[in-house]
């Protein structure tokens, strides 16, 4: 049978890149009945500072913004990477198996690296935290983005490398790539580089929580380029084709479909369909959200709740482990 396992990191209000890549696929792999667990990757947080009052802040924002969305706690497993400590002891082993040069040579890594004078170890080390996340649980399916392909591959060298060491444990976690334009927004601002979280410029990514205004006058900055016709060709036209991806994901369309319905329109005016799609998409969410927002004893204990069952979840994994790692004590 299939185990899909995924998390998201609370370091911020989710953008539209998080929010169709990664929320809307999980409630839709929900909704198609997956046996689905979703949890708040607040030990993934750490390796960039935080402060822990504003992290604890960002699990309730975040876990508001997934029920807002539609995951729905008594069909998927919700809970909260730090409370259960095998994410941790599972890292460790497998860190013993990874290699420096593998990945120090990670886009992701060198990307943020670059920005920092004193590069946390933890950075380093994050996609090996990402594969005890997904072996712990036995998943056999991880619904990634394009930006998260090659730390899935980190994954699977290590099942191999686990089972070379200590004998066969987990099996292999499989990419779950979507099929519509959600692979990987880019930024307004930087239409080369992907729509990030940790992106300097607010302006490069529409946030879950924007108002309509916002989101209108996000999109009428949006960078594009000088042929006012509107087309989808995402090497030569990023800027463009990144409205219609948006346009795409509101309104679950092909690009073919919107690129002939925008036929005649000037960038310009095209924005502002691209504009009203989205508020129309995103606003009963975050609505949702905020009224959950305003009760967080509910939030603490949406997110807390289930932090038993991915405990029992991990024995599988954890038993077959034990038999094989060192000295039996995995
Ligand atoms: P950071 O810059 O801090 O890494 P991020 O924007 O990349 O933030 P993550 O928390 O790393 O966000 O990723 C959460 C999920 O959102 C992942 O499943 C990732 O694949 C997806 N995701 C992130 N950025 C995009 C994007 N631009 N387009 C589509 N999906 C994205
Ligand atoms: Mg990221």
Redesign the pocket.
């Known amino acids: 049978p299939r185990r899909v396992v995924?998390?998201?990191?609370p370091?911020?209000t989710?953008?539209?890149?998080?929010y169709?890549?990664?929320?809307r696929?999980c409630v839709r792999l929900q909704e198609q009945g997956e046996d689905l667990m979703i949890f708040i990757?607040d030990l993934?947080a750490l390796t960039?500072h935080q402060d822990p009052a504003q992290l604890q802040e960002n699990v309730l924002e975040l876990t508001a913004c997934l029920l807002a969305s539609g995951v729905d706690p008594s069909r998927s497993v919700l809970f909260l990477q730090s409370a259960v400590a095998r994410h941790a002891e599972l890292c460790w082993l497998l860190t013993c198996l990874a290699t420096h040069a593998r990945l120090a040579h990670l886009p992701?890594y060198k990307e943020?690296a670059a920005r920092m004078k004193e590069v946390p170890l933890g950075l380093l080390l994050y996609p090996v935290l990402q594969a005890a996340d997904v072996l712990l649980y036995s998943a056999t399916h991880v619904?990634?983005?394009?930006?998260?392909l090659q730390h899935l591959q980190v994954a699977s060298q290590l099942v191999r490398t686990f089972k070379h060491r200590y004998g066969p444990a987990f099996p292999t976690p499989e990419p779950m790539l979507s099929d519509d334009c959600?692979?990987?927004?880019?930024?307004l601002r930087d239409p080369t580089k992907?729509?990030?979280?940790?992106?300097s410029d607010p302006k490069s990514?529409i946030l879950m929580t924007d108002s309509d205004e916002v989101i209108e006058l996000k999109i009428r900055k949006a960078v594009t380029d000088f042929t006012p016709q509107v087309t989808y060709e995402p090497s030569t036209r990023p800027g463009v084709s990144n409205l219609v991806a948006i346009h795409c994901l509101a309104e679950d369309k092909l690009p073919e479909e919107v690129v002939e319905e925008a036929d005649g329109l000037s960038t310009a005016q095209y924005k502002r369909v691209v504009a009203a799609a989205l508020q129309r998409a995103l606003g009963p969410v975050r609505e949702r959200a905020r009224e959950l927002r305003a009760r967080p004893d509910l939030l603490r204990d949406r997110a807390g709740a289930r932090c038993g069952s991915a405990r029992a979840s991990c024995g599988a994994a954890r038993a077959t482990a034990r038999r094989a790692a060192p000295r039996g004590r995995a």
């Open positions: 995924t998390g998201l990191q370091t911020g989710l953008h539209i890149g998080n169709f890549g990664a929320v696929r990757a993934h960039t992701q943020k619904p990634v983005g394009a930006d998260q959600s692979e990987r927004l880019r930024s992907k729509m990030s979280k940790s992106d990514r």
